[in-house]
């Protein structure tokens, strides 16, 4: 590979080695592209599935769904899989399309700056590197948010993140405290009630829990499915239009008669399956289903009502040497202490400083919190494109079927670049303005507006995810809109 180019031997730099950082480089060398480099700050591939190895670690999006539309995976043990096997089936993709001999590991980016028509990267073990274009995927889970609590430190047995899980210390008979009640602490509940002596879940929000079977594929399906591909694609398919349908498409309409349903649904299964009073009161929400994200779980109500599990209610008033005292003064003795206090979902690309053109930074085009147009360009940075981005889709459904759709569009940009028609192009700031507005406007109306406090929300209050139907993001990624981009 060489750094020089031309317009039909333009250089990518694709910053991430997790599931857009792979589609990245499969989809170039499948366009005729091979001048790019991935630069990983781990030593391995895999993004927040290399990060995640807590407990019951699984993801809540079907298997079949939740994969490469050109690579089926007939081997899916379940319909929900575990990461290590979602894990596992991005190395086997590198490896089988020959990316993975191609990644650059513990190479961390540090400043990423345009300059003179190029992007020059630097990078904390001193090297360099320049190119034509840059592929942000970066990912958004990957910061692990840390509680501001009193006293986290002095706290004498063992404290750790769930995305830093520690392997070497064993769980087992032991006094466990889980700060946190999202999707990653109600894993954790039913991975290690049985494992544990005592589980105290200090619950600051309670979550609404959607009933699910995670049946496990028989080896005559996985036999099917190894023999006849297309079965898996229909799979896929049906599973994708039910998401898309039954969900994605009416997260905007707060008054949607089927949040409604799953509101009923999640109401039914707390009011069924929680057998004490108190505990059930506990764990009630007040506010509608899918107003955060969705929890999915066959058995958490179960794990939790367990009699060495204690859901804690009262705020947590300090951490101690010994343990947590809470709001009435009690101490809650523990051995270990576990933070399900997710990411820093803000972050992005960044900590590394970025600079776009003429000196601007991507602080400054941030001031006021994270944007981007359609969740791929920001304006005054041309040429730097990013996969599941800034106001994008997110929620209960695939993000790799979302980075699919954003690189097809991302070559259709590129391809102006290819075909020597321009040099650069990022989106005007009219178009940003315009876009940020409507998005604002549109985001009043979602589930995520409807009265909760979650990470789907900016430090103004405003859902920062997509608003509008999953069709309409298809319909935009079909093609851009070049009066939108700035084109030099």
Not at 196 to 210: A, I, K
Request: with cysteine; hydrophobic share 35%.
């Amino acid at each position: 590979m060489t750094t020089e180019s031309t317009p039909t031997n333009l250089r990518f730099l694709i910053i991430g080695a997790g599931m857009s950082g792979i589609l990245s480089a499969i989809k170039l060398r499948e366009a005729g592209i091979d001048n790019f480099a991935i630069y990983e700050k781990a030593d391995r591939l895999g993004g927040t599935w290399r990060e995640n190895e807590y407990a019951g670690v699984a993801c809540d999006v079907p298997s079949h769904l939740y994969s490469y539309s050109f690579s089926p995976n007939p081997e899916w043990t379940h319909r929900f899989s575990p990461g290590a096997e979602i894990q596992a089936y991005f190395e086997e993709v590198a490896r089988g399309y020959g990316v993975d001999s191609l990644i650059q590991y513990g190479k961390e980016i540090t400043r990423c700056e345009y300059r003179d028509g190029r992007w020059r990267i630097e990078m904390t073990d001193g090297s360099s590197d320049e190119g034509d274009f840059v592929i942000a995927a970066t990912g958004v889970l990957h910061h692990p948010a840390y509680p501001d609590i009193e006293g986290l430190e002095s706290f004498g047995g063992t404290t750790f993140h769930s995305a830093r899980w520690n392997h070497d210390e064993s769980l087992k008979g032991k006094r466990v405290g889980l700060i946190g009640t999202g999707s990653t602490a109600i894993q954790i509940v039913s991975a290690l009630i049985d494992e544990v002596g005592e589980l105290s879940v200090f619950q600051r929000t309670p979550q609404w829990v959607l009933p699910v079977e995670n049946t496990a594929y028989s080896e005559d399906e996985k036999a099917e499915f190894r023999k006849n591909p297309a079965a898996m694609r229909e799979i896929r398919d049906e599973i994708a239009r039910q998401f898309v349908d039954g969900f994605a498409n009416i997260l905007g309409d707060v008054k949607s008669p089927l949040l409604e349903l799953i509101h009923t649904t999640c109401e039914a299964n707390l009011n069924d399956n929680v057998r004490d009073p108190e505990l059930k009161e506990k764990l009630r929400p007040d506010y509608r289903a899918a107003c955060k994200r969705l929890i999915m779980s066959e058995d958490f109500y179960d794990a939790i009502q367990k009699p060495n599990a204690k859901v804690v209610v009262e705020g947590i008033e300090r951490i101690e040497e010994s343990g947590v005292r809470t709001s009435d003064g009690q101490l809650h003795e523990l051995d270990v202490l576990i933070l399900a206090t997710g990411f820093r979902v803000d972050r992005f690309m960044r900590p590394m400083e970025v600079v776009g053109r003429g000196g601007k930074t991507l602080e400054d085009a941030w001031d006021n919190g994270p944007i981007a147009y359609l969740a791929i360009s920001i304006p005054d940075f041309p040429n730097l494109f990013m996969l599941n981005g800034p106001n994008g889709p997110v929620g209960n459904f695939s993000l790799i079927d979302v980075a699919e759709l954003q690189f097809s569009y991302i070559m259709q940009l590129v391809d102006r670049v290819r075909s020597g028609s321009c040099k650069e192009l990022s989106v005007s700031q009219d178009a940003m303005d315009r876009f940020d507005e409507e998005r604002k406007k549109a985001a009043k109306t979602t589930i995520w507006a409807s009265g909760c406090k979650s990470w789907y929300l900016d430090a103004d209050g405003v859902p920062a995810a997509w608003p509008w139907t999953f069709d309409r993001f298809r319909q935009e990624m079909e093609g851009p809109r070049l009066e939108d981009y700035e084109v030099k």
